[in-house]
Nanobody
Framework: QVQLVESGGGLVQAGGSLRLSCAAS????????MGWLRQAPGKEREFVAG????????LYADSVRGRFTISRDNAKATVSLQMNSLKPEDTAVYYC?????????????????WGQGTQVTVSS
């Protein structure tokens, strides 16, 4: 498995921006679909964004499309999530996750390996 460590979370006002990063180590990073998922208090984990091994295919939750952008750098073994126009409902713990597949999916259950998470809090 690939080990994942997230960073970049914090407190931001509504309308602001944050950039999350995830550093991977272990297995060959470019073999994995990567995703960002989140979990708000009292809610189930939900898919936010996913990216194929090449970066050529991306998938977004309807709630973040047009505001968030996922990207990856296979040479550096990193995946990032640029979050703009943040809303209070974006408040959650954000997780980086990997999937040993060629197919990007919105299903959290299909991401087999997760980081420890980073807190994002958006104040109104």
């Amino acid at each position: 498995q690939v080990q994942l460590v997230e960073s970049g979370g914090g407190l931001v006002q509504a309308g602001g921006s944050l950039r999350l990063s995830c550093a991977a180590s272990g297995r060959t990073f470019s073999n994995y679909v990567m995703g960002w998922l989140r979990q708000a208090p009292g809610k189930e984990r939900e898919f936010v964004a996913g990216i194929s091994w090449s970066g050529g295919s991306t998938l977004y939750a309807d709630s973040v499309r047009g505001r968030f952008t996922i990207s990856r750098d296979n040479a550096k073994a990193t995946v990032s999530l640029q979050m703009n126009s943040l809303k209070p409902e974006d408040t959650a713990v954000y997780y980086c996750a990997s999937r040993a597949s060629m197919v990007v999916t919105k299903s959290p259950a299909l991401y087999g390996n997760w980081g420890q998470g980073t807190q994002v809090t958006v104040s109104s």
